[in-house]
């Protein structure tokens, strides 16, 4: 019989998709004085890997994606994406979002993100929210499933998480070692 305990803490994820024209730093600061200030930042590069946002939110879009430094507890995953959501209704413009937040967590072996939306791989997390694994980590490499967004695949990103991972398991070394 298996013992219960609590999984080893997890890093917040966050990708920031949103118009050229946006004052992004703002929301950034809005993120930061919610969830710390990032360690580690990728971007902004100019989001190519799909067209899904350009109906509502228009054609030159960017991305930032972002660690932050505070470990979370992975169920609170759903009450950030549902915070995030909220920011995003309070940055859009005659109903049409400016930003897209996503938020997820950083584990030793695998990149979690929160959707509103069910699908045959999302597990229900609560509160109207879904967690999909992203990318999970085996034998040194992140690797990809057929629900993995292109630019979750692109080598530069997985540079930054790389580098992020190998902070998270650092951290979690030195606690071991406590």
């Known amino acids: 019989m298996g013992v219960e305990k609590e999984p080893l803490g997890v890093k917040l994820f966050m990708a920031v998709t949103f118009r050229k024209s946006t004052t992004v730093e703002s929301v950034l600061e809005l993120l930061a004085h ?9 971007g902004s590069v100019p989001f190519i890997w799909s067209d899904y946002y350009s109906e509502e939110m228009g054609q030159e879009l960017e991305k930032y994606y972002a660690i932050f430094p505070v470990p ?3 169920d609170n995953l759903d009450s950030i994406k549902n915070s995030t959501n ?3 209704n309070d940055w859009a413009i005659d109903g049409r979002r400016t930003i897209n937040l996503d938020p997820g967590y950083l584990a030793r072996d695998k990149l979690v993100l929160a959707s509103t939306k069910d699908f045959f791989h999302r597990i229900y997390l609560g509160a109207g929210i879904y967690g999909e694994v992203t990318l999970h980590y085996r034998k040194g ?7 993995t967004y292109p630019d979750y695949k692109d080598p530069q990103f997985l540079e930054f998480l790389y580098a992020a991972r190998a902070q998270l398991v650092f951290e979690h070394r030195n606690e071991e070692q406590r």
């Open 86 to 88: 909220r920011l995003e």
């Open 141 to 147: 490499v992140f690797r990809h499933f057929s629900w």
């Open 34 to 42: 919610s969830y710390g200030t990032p360690e580690r930042f990728y």
């Open 72 to 74: 979370i507890k992975r």
